[in-house]
């Protein structure tokens, strides 16, 4: 498995509390991080996939949705 490098900021307090269960527990700091990321992030939930043109709009068509996106867009 391909690693990338992270940094990352955590309270003194938190960094005290994982050096210790890394040492307790001999695991390496990073593993349990990515062990808690992973467990974290799988219980998120799954974004719910949109569509233009799904069908829950009856004001707009096919035909219409090019402008339609074209007027969003270039509002922001």
Known sequence: MAMEKTTLYI?????AA???HA????????ELIRAALE??????PKPELLS???????QLNA???????????TKR
């Open 11 to 15: 309270p003194s307090e938190l960094q």
């Open 18 to 20: 994982l050096r210790e």
């Open 23 to 30: 040492r307790r527990t001999g695991r390496p700091q990073a």
């Open 39 to 44: 467990r974290y992030l799988g219980e998120m």
């Open 52 to 58: 233009l043109g799904l069908g829950t709009d009856t």
């Open 63 to 73: 035909r219409d949705s090019e402008e339609w996106l074209r007027k969003r867009w």
